[in-house]
Structure formats: structure tokens, C-alpha cells
Nanobody, 112 residues
Framework: EVQLVESGGGLVQPGGSLRLSCAAS????????MQWVRQAPGKGLEWVST????????AYADSVKGRFTISRDNAKNTLYLQMNSLNPDDTAVYYC?????RGQGTQVTVSS
């Protein structure tokens, strides 16, 4: 069974940092494009970042470029999202997705 489990969310002050993790099971992330998406309150899903398989290429939404970094540890079968310089607009439920699956999400709240 393909499964993705996110963790690492929480409450952080503006300007702070968080690192999200996404543990995969039932498939090997090294062979799949993996992504982070988010959903802010009252809004639709927004693409955040993509990590290609094989060539290490990454891509970011303009809203997070220069602040967020996607990475993967294929040995641990885990995807990460390092988020720095967080601001209230980053408040959302963050989901990882790949291999046709999406996790249950982890809440990130940026507030003073």
C-alpha cells in the first residue's frame, strides 16, 4: 500500500523556520517525482515545490523561491521541505504527494 505521512508542522513566529518531513512507504521515492503542495484556509490547493527523480532538479513557486528548499533522502525514503523566513501567508496545511498518493497533511501556522 502506497502511503505518505507528513510531520514537522506547528506554530512558528514570523521570520522563523520549520522543516517538514514526508515518510513514504509502499514505493521507492527515488523513482518518482515528488511534490509539496499546500492549502491555506478557505483556498484551493497551491503547488509549492517539485523534486525530480534521477537528475536532482527542483522547482519552486515564486511565493516561496529563495525561502524554501525541497530535498530527499532516498536511503530513508523521505522527502523534506526546509522553510525559512516564514510569514503569515505561509499558513496552510502542507501535503506531500507522489506515486499517485497524497499524505494527510501537516498544519503550519505562522503567527506572532
Amino acid at each position: 500500500e502506497v502511503q505518505l505521512v507528513e510531520s514537522g508542522g506547528g506554530l512558528v513566529q514570523p521570520g522563523g523556520s520549520l522543516r517538514l518531513s514526508c515518510a513514504a512507504s509502499g514505493f521507492t521515492i527515488s523513482t518518482y517525482i515528488m511534490q509539496w503542495v499546500r492549502q491555506a484556509p478557505g483556498k484551493g490547493l497551491e503547488w509549492v515545490s517539485t523534486s525530480n527523480s534521477g537528475d536532482s532538479r527542483t522547482a519552486y513557486a515564486d511565493s516561496v523561491k529563495g525561502r524554501f528548499t525541497i530535498s530527499r533522502d532516498n536511503a530513508k525514503n523521505t522527502l523534506y521541505l526546509q522553510m525559512n523566513s516564514l510569514n503569515p501567508d505561509d499558513t496552510a496545511v502542507y501535503y506531500c504527494q507522489g506515486a499517485g498518493a497524497r499524505g494527510q497533511g501537516t498544519q503550519v501556522t505562522v503567527s506572532s
